[in-house]
């Protein structure tokens, strides 16, 4: 990371800069315990607050760290010790895994209050402008803090980054290469399915109508699942989510096509019974991987 002093000359950051922001500092302190307030307002409305914020005692606690980082951004010394306090909070995002994405709509959050207290205590809109770039340029400068703490966490590797970059972009492409084979695999079954249900269906003509019938019916069960599991397989290459439903229909159906098969045969009750309670058994976990996965 750049140094401090690097970080505040890519900014403008300027003796001027100080001064205004020292001139602002009696002003925000009247407004201290408003931004708080306003603040965890604006948290609410973010998914997921509970997660970061679990009870009474965090959120008292954070409340007077922010009141503190918020006073202290109009303080005036802007030295190596600030830096190092940016550093930590940075680090404790990154502790928390809390997403970059709610800092940056934080940040813009806290500007956006500076900005409308400005224009509430200072009339000469001029004077306005220069108030808010001083403002601006420390609110950027704290965001770069905070987002390189993410940025070093990423940097962390366990061999190279060059080497770890190769394996992953290897592993995705023999996944997907993989994920071809499967639909091949898919269409050859769907062929074999296809002969099936034909063999089946010779049944009918052979004059056995009960058998042709429950046979085929079966086949059509086996065609419909890898029907099922191309277009499955092919949304999913295409990005979409993986459904878990579908292999579970796939037993299922397996089951079904067992049962009408030995409902042929008088002598297989015990064999039957055992065929229906795996249905509903199936049917139960369908039915909840469904619920869950919409």
């Known amino acids: 990371m750049n140094s401090f002093e690097q970080i505040k000359s890519h900014y403008g950051f300027t003796n001027g800069d100080i001064r205004n922001l020292e001139q602002l500092r009696p002003v925000m302190e009247k407004y201290a315990s ?14 997921e607050h509970d997660k970061y914020l679990k009870d009474d005692t965090i959120i008292r ?12 951004l109009f303080k005036g010394d802007y030295d190596r010790r600030y830096f190092d306090e940016l550093e930590r909070v940075g680090m404790a995002h ?29 009339k000469d809109l001029e004077e306005c402008v220069y108030f808010e770039r001083s403002a601006d340029k ?18 962390k590797f366990f061999l190279s980054q060059r080497l770890e ?6 592993a995705n492409r023999f996944t997907y290469g993989l994920n071809l084979t ?19 269906l010779m049944h009918l003509l052979d004059g056995n109508i009960e058998q042709g019938l429950l046979r085929t019916l079966g086949s059509l069960l086996m065609l419909w699942v890898v029907i099922e599991l191309m277009e499955t397989e092919v949304k999913h290459l295409k990005g979409g989510k993986f459904k878990v439903k579908v292999f579970i229909s796939v037993a299922l159906v397996a089951v079904i096509r ?12 015990e064999a039957q019974l055992s065929l229906v309670a795996a249905v509903a058994v ?13």
Do not use: C
């Open 138 to 155: 420390i609110l950027d400068i704290n965001l770069d803090i905070f987002t390189s703490s993410y940025i070093e966490e990423e940097k």
């Open 61 to 72: 606690r954070h409340q007077d760290a922010l009141r503190v980082w918020f006073l202290r």
């Open 182 to 200: 499967l639909v091949g695999g898919l269409v050859m079954m769907g062929l074999g399915v296809m002969w099936l249900f034909t063999y089946d």
């Open 34 to 47: 408003e931004f708080v307030a306003e603040f965890y307002q604006f948290v609410k409305n973010l998914s």
């Open 165 to 170: 970059s190769y394996l992953i972009q290897f």
């Open 94 to 122: 990154v502790k928390i895994n809390l997403p970059a994405h709610y800092v940056n709509a934080a940040m813009h959050f806290v500007k956006g209050f500076i900005h409308t207290t400005i224009h509430k205590e200072f």
């Open 282 to 294: 199936l049917g139960v976990v369908y039915w909840l991987i469904a619920k869950v996965e919409g």
């Open 258 to 269: 067992k049962i009408l098969v030995t409902s042929l045969k008088t002598d297989a009750v």
